[in-house]
């Protein structure tokens, strides 16, 4: 059977630098950007962005670099430009229950007016309600008011004094006090040594009077302080008659100077009433003090303050919905926050200290988190869940109770918050989330699947030169040419290891961009060149591949045994692949067996030592059944066999192996030695069909290495399932040496066309009664296994073993 054996041209996609239709990027700079082989996300994200309606939040899925972010971004912007400008939110104080302050929602661009007007207010009556207050209308009324309380106090005074003197005591006032004294005959203050003299019914008339005066002096009190409180329930009421006009007018300036829209604009004038009428209760603080001039200045500033506007969001400037990016989701990022101050040893705070938060913020527009930064804290999770069931965020501070020291707490008037929040994530992550927290995936009815690969064609390849053309614009880069996006649209296929689908993964194509470009400046030049891109894969793999290259070195050096000379029984060279997440590399890797007579069946040796992963432990039972399946005609089998990866340290995963594992069980079974000159790799089903693997490149690669260290005489080469034919893209030096006939690239669709290639002889067919042909690999191994199957019964029949023998 003739194994196909690929040319040059098989080996690598070679893109036509002329197909682009172009000769420097700088010419496909008046063509926009558009999602590149992102058409089922694009649909999604748009659909999503675009619908109103609770529960279709937007969950984008798809690996880091896919451009899932700034692509939403750009869907975002686009799609906020065309939606209305949202309101400004302002906190106020709340003057029936200050911990609550209350929310107002103004349009936008109303609440920085409101702010402003407000404290021009404040301002102005500072010297305002003074001027009133010292105005001749003012002072004449008072005067008359106050004139007729000491007319009248007077009175009573005149009738207290006349009381006291009639019983012979001088009375006065201090302090708002009555303080009376007992007179002499001749009018002089007596001592308390003068009055223990007098006789004792002289004492005893002395006591009685004093008691009728304390009743009178108790009933001028009586007269007297609820003329003075009338007094100034007059005074007050006046002072407010005169002031009222002077706050009307403020006002009405300032309702004036507000649009009249909004649905809170009603709650805004309930809003302004409550401040005319603190003001109004709080006159007494406008009028410079002659007494405590610096306690009223503080007062003042207390009932000042309370007038003062919190603008949290103002959407001042925005021309649509507002588009907000948390990179940095903490509870009081995300949530907003209280801020406190320290007062003596308690934490103090007000309305003007609430500070908004990205959901703020976002109301009426999108919001785009990344679900990695979102899972490690459980407070963001949960509140972050609650807000999307109930739409209503509230602000708090989660560890005010947790403090050493008191706080003052406020509990700000919650508000209802439209959102659209579109969460970055894997598809791990979504499908986790899925299963986990269906009420929360259930918030997030759009799916934005962004594809990690796609088909190339004409159209792909020319939306790719346009990335480029932008990337270097933005980035003031170079321009490229031609054949260098040539060559960056070729490692774009080397990435999928596919000749017809290209990467997803554009960071890649911008890295190598901007590190081509440099290196065409470095040398001066004007125009990036294809050999510019070609430095820069040869530096960034320098830049990584020291463990591929110490891997090569202890193969070479004898450390690490590898044949690639010759023919064994029961050795054949595999292939493997590491991948160390920035850099992946091919190497062989020994497999031998040993086969002898028994009833063990299949040891796995890497299994039994728990090195091998269970896709291996897949892959040996398939072809330990194959095996079973290829001689049924014969079982049960008489067979002890061991399989092994030599000098395999670190385990072993995947069912890449499993063809070169069937293959050195064939030849230790056969006797037949296998060219060591060829390396396999493939997987295989049960049926014997050669199924394809991944990391072909770099298996190939990596082996070619090894055998160009040990000299190629046209004897090595791999073989690999044909249906990774298309997967390959190859570097230049391997395509080169296959052109010259020293290396080889064999393909398989069945295992037995593999073990013909590294034998020589025909697989061999079976005929009627399931025999294979004496001269095939599958006779020899036959006639092995008929023979173990003899010895395993002479050994459970010694006596009649050797009877038969004679």
Not at 246 to 253: F, G, I, S
Request: proline letters at 4%.
């Amino acid at each position: 059977m003739l194994i196909p054996n690929l040319t040059p041209a098989d080996l690598r996609l070679t893109i036509d630098p002329d197909s682009l239709g172009f000769s420097s990027t700088a010419e496909l700079l008046p063509y926009p950007l558009s999602w590149i082989g992102q058409e089922r996300a694009e649909l999604a994200a748009h659909f999503g962005l675009k619908i109103d309606q609770p529960g279709y939040n937007l969950f984008v899925l798809g690996e880091v670099g896919s451009g899932r972010s700034s692509l939403l971004r750009q869907a975002m912007q686009a799609t906020a430009a065309n939606k209305m400008v949202p309101p400004d939110l302002c906190y106020l104080h709340n003057f029936d229950t200050p911990e609550r302050p209350q929310t107002l929602y103004l349009p936008a661009g109303q609440g920085r007016h409101l702010r402003q007007l407000m404290a021009q207010m404040a301002k102005s009556l500072q010297t305002e309600i003074p001027q009133c207050l010292e105005g001749q209308d003012f002072k004449a009324e008072s005067e008359r008011i106050e004139k007729a309380y000491k007319d009248e106090e007077r009175k009573n005074y005149t009738e207290l004094e006349a009381f006291a003197e009639a019983r012979k005591f001088a009375i006065q006032r201090e302090a708002g006090h009555m303080v009376f004294t007992l007179l002499g005959n001749k009018g002089h203050a007596l001592s308390e040594d003068e009055v223990l003299v007098l006789p004792k019914e002289h004492r005893t008339e002395i006591e009685q009077a004093e008691q009728e005066l304390r009743v009178k002096i108790t009933g001028y009190f009586e007269k007297t302080r609820p003329l003075e409180r009338l007094m100034n329930d007059a005074l007050a009421a006046l002072r407010r008659k005169i002031v009222r006009p002077l706050l009307n007018h403020e006002l009405q300036e300032i309702k004036d100077g507000l649009k009249k829209e909004g649905t809170d604009y009603i709650k805004l004038g309930a809003y302004l009433e409550q401040v005319m009428q603190d003001v109004l209760d709080n006159l007494e603080y406008f009028k410079i003090s002659d007494t405590d001039e610096e306690s009223r200045q503080e007062a003042l500033s207390k009932v000042l303050s309370r007038y003062r506007v919190n603008l949290v969001v103002d959407n001042h400037g925005l021309s649509g919905a507002p588009v907000i990016i948390e990179d940095n989701p903490l509870f009081r990022s995300l949530f907003g926050n209280i801020e406190y101050q320290t007062v003596n040893d308690v934490l103090v705070t007000d309305f003007t200290c609430i500070r908004a938060g990205s959901l703020h913020k976002a109301h009426g527009g999108f919001l785009m988190l990344h679900l990695h930064d979102l899972l490690p804290d459980d407070l963001v999770w949960e509140k972050l869940r609650r807000l999307l069931r109930s739409g209503k965020l509230q602000i708090e501070e989660p560890g005010t109770g947790l403090t050493p020291i008191a706080a003052v707490s406020l509990e700000p008037e919650a508000v209802d918050v439209e959102v659209k929040i579109i969460l970055i994530g894997s598809r791990e992550q979504y499908y986790a989330l899925q299963e986990e927290d269906p009420e929360f995936a259930r918030r997030f009815r759009v799916k934005v699947d962004f594809a990690e690969s796609f088909l190339s064609s004409a159209e792909t390849r020319r939306a790719s030169s346009i990335f480029i053309a932008h990337t270097c614009r933005e980035m003031g880069l170079p321009h490229f040419s031609a054949a260098a996006v040539a060559r960056l649209l070729e490692d774009s296929h080397r990435e999928t290891d596919d000749q017809s689908r290209q990467s997803a993964i554009f960071a890649r194509t911008e890295a190598l961009v901007m590190e081509s470009a440099a290196l065409c400046r470095a040398r001066a030049g004007l125009l990036v060149e294809v050999a510019d891109v070609e430095a820069a894969l040869r530096a960034h793999i320098l830049r990584h591949d020291y463990p591929a290259q110490r891997l090569q070195e202890s193969i070479a050096e004898g450390d690490v045994l590898i044949s690639v000379h010759g023919e064994k029984i029961g050795q054949l060279n595999g292939l493997s692949q590491i991948d160390l997440g920035d850099y992946r590399f091919g190497f062989p890797i020994r497999i031998t067996a040993r086969t002898f007579a028994g009833e063990d069946g299949l040891l796995n040796i890497g299994r039994e030592v728990e090195m091998s992963g269970p896709i291996h432990d897949k892959g040996v039972f398939i072809l330990q059944n194959y095996l079973s399946a290829l001689f049924a005609h014969i079982a049960p089998l008489a067979l002890n066999a061991s399989i092994v990866f030599e000098q395999d340290y670190y385990g072993v995963e995947g069912d890449s192996a499993s063809c070169a594992e069937l293959y050195v069980l064939l030849s230790s079974l056969s006797g037949l030695p296998l060219k060591q000159g060829i390396a396999v790799t493939g997987a295989v089903n049960q049926h014997g069909e050669v199924l394809p693997v991944g990391g072909i490149n770099e298996k190939i690669e990596g082996y070619f290495s090894v055998c160009e260290t040990a000299g190629l005489d046209g004897s090595q080469g791999v073989l690999i399932p044909h249906r990774n034919r298309r997967h390959l893209m190859l570097e230049h030096k391997v395509i080169e040496a296959v052109a010259k006939g020293l290396f080889h690239i064999y393909t398989a669709e069945h295992t037995s066309e593999g073990i013909e290639l590294l034998t020589g002889l025909p697989a061999g067919t079976a005929n009627g009664t399931g025999n294979y042909p004496y001269d095939s690999v599958l006779g020899h191994a036959q006639k092995t296994l008929l023979a173990y199957r003899r010895a395993c019964q002479v050994m459970e029949h010694p006596k009649e073993g050797r009877k038969h023998l004679r």
